[in-house]
């Protein structure tokens, strides 16, 4: 027998009970938003809890070269992929409806992140068995918006691996050094205005000021306070750093023990920033802080958003959708994809193009 023959009849075993193969979508990996972070954290603890995962984008780049390095495929043509799926996690929409198309006897599930952007609003194919929502506001956005019942929707709230991101030293009585996130740029000068009015040095990094930090479970240690919203929030709470929730759309303020249930409920986004990011109130939140107050709310993230028990739920859904549709096998995948393709492809535009053709004719007759 030779080694390729020997790793044929291996092969099955792999694909048993305990073990899945798992296509996780996201439209790219080439950046560090917050979908192209938690689609390498999933992939990575799926790995380490003995699972086969595998990425298809439209667009690597270094977070993709990380996971191929962790020895997890990364695949920008879905035709590249030959071997069989258990279970897909879908993100976003087109790349989430291609993989369907291409496995439609494999169950799914439909992870959606974001309130605004088009591309993050579910398809509707037979094979997904769930649609969950990082938050309340984007399950209000598929509910109120999409069209699907409040039965079909789950939140499913983010979470941090807390072996990355450790809890740093004691913070001191008054901060001292603070780090601003800044993913976008309206709100850079008043953190600077107001960091400078406390005597806080104040540290940026993001896409709008040009500096992208790949691990910042790294540097987050040295600082006491943290600007964030979103994911970044949590992971600087997992440290024990004290946070201002904000970013350039708005301020939600200092995440209390008080506050933590509701906001997080919020993914410390969107819905949670409601005023307006102005000097003095982020002044107001400076003055607020408290460093016994932010390591209680450290104790809670590493305890409730631990990403061991993210995955482990995430476990549990993929094998009860396995579980229901082999029970009961998936509708018309073909009709769903031609209803998805239907729904994006380009309009003609008749009444230009009688137009058109009314000045052509016009000009041949000058």
Request: aromatic share 6%; hydrophobic share 45%.
């Amino acid at each position: 027998m030779t080694l390729f023959d020997r790793f044929k009849t291996l092969a099955p075993a792999a694909s048993g009970h305990n073990s899945l193969s798992v296509l996780i979508t996201n439209i790219v990996m080439s950046g560090r938003s917050g979908t192209e972070t938690l689609t390498r954290d999933l992939a990575l603890g799926l790995l380490r809890r003995g699972h086969r995962p595998i990425v298809y984008t439209q667009a690597e780049g270094e977070i993709a070269g990380e996971l191929r390095r962790a020895s997890i495929p990364v695949v920008t043509r879905i035709d590249k992929i030959g071997v069989p799926i258990d279970v897909i996690h879908g993100h976003h929409a087109p790349v989430a409806a291609v993989a369907m198309a291409r496995f439609p006897q494999t169950p799914a599930v439909y992870l959606a992140h974001d309130f605004l952007v088009w591309h993050d609003a579910p398809p509707r194919f037979p094979s997904i068995r769930r649609y969950m929502a990082v938050d309340t506001t984007v399950a209000s956005r598929l509910t109120s918006e999409l069209g699907f019942s409040a039965s079909e929707v789950r939140v499913l709230l983010n979470c941090v691996d807390t072996d990355r991101f450790k809890i740093g030293p004691a913070l001191p009585e008054k901060p001292r050094r603070a780090l601003a996130y800044a993913k976008n740029p309206e709100h850079v000068e008043a953190v600077r205005e107001a960091c400078a009015l406390r005597g806080i040095d104040v540290d940026f990094i993001g896409y709008a000021v040009g500096k992208i930090v790949n691990s910042p479970e790294t540097v987050l240690h040295g600082y006491d306070l943290v600007f964030a919203s979103a994911l970044s929030a949590i992971e600087a709470m997992a440290c024990g750093r004290a946070v201002v929730v904000c970013d350039g759309r708005g301020l939600a303020g200092l995440a209390t023990a008080s506050q933590l249930e509701k906001w997080r409920l919020q993914n410390f986004g969107l819905r949670s920033l409601q005023r307006p990011v102005t000097v003095d109130a982020l002044l107001d939140q400076i003055d607020a802080y408290d460093a016994q107050d932010a390591a209680e709310v450290c104790g809670v993230i590493r305890r409730e958003a631990n990403q061991e028990n993210w995955l482990g739920q995430l476990e549990a859904i993929y094998r009860e959708v396995i579980r229901e549709h082999r029970a009961a096998p998936p509708g018309d995948a073909a009709l769903a994809t031609a209803r998805y393709l239907e729904d994006w492809t380009p309009r003609f535009d008749l009444t230009r193009a009688a137009t058109l053709k009314r000045e052509e004719l016009a000009a041949m007759t000058d």
